[in-house]
């Protein structure tokens, strides 16, 4: 369901949910079942296409400060409980053995087409104000 003005809200999906129940609970389980198929390496390699993103509209160079001190992994768990600790060696990660997935061009340029589209329909929302 595309929404054509961004102020709807989420009333707008609740009505729709109501009304059209089968699709909803269709729309439901296939985001569940996409959910379940993602791995933690997708969901890295996203973080890391973000980042990449993000980073390139960043007009300044960070600079690491002279007091600052590197940490090492093992320093952490001197100051976890035991539940923090549980949870830091369940989150630990390793170096990946397989290099970052690359998105193909058509994907990049449709990309590229909705943020255009949502770039429109922002400007035309700030002409309303």
Do not use: W
Request: a negative charge; one cysteine or more.
């Amino acid at each position: 369901m595309r929404l054509k003005h961004p102020l709807c809200g989420i009333f707008t999906f609740v009505q729709y949910g109501r009304f059209h129940f089968p699709q909803a609970e269709a729309i439901g389980k296939s985001v569940q079942d996409f959910m379940e198929s993602l791995t933690i390496d997708r969901i890295y390699d996203y973080m890391y296409h973000l980042i990449v993103e993000y980073a390139e509209l960043l007009d300044f160079k960070p600079v690491r400060p002279v007091s600052a001190l590197e940490e090492c992994v093992e320093s952490l768990y001197c100051f976890a409980d035991q539940n923090q600790v549980q949870f830091l060696a369940r989150s630990a990660t390793s170096p990946s053995q397989t290099p970052p997935c690359k998105l193909p061009e058509q994907a990049n340029r449709k990309i590229d087409k909705m943020i255009e589209e949502k770039k429109k329909i922002i400007d035309s929302t700030q002409l309303l104000m």
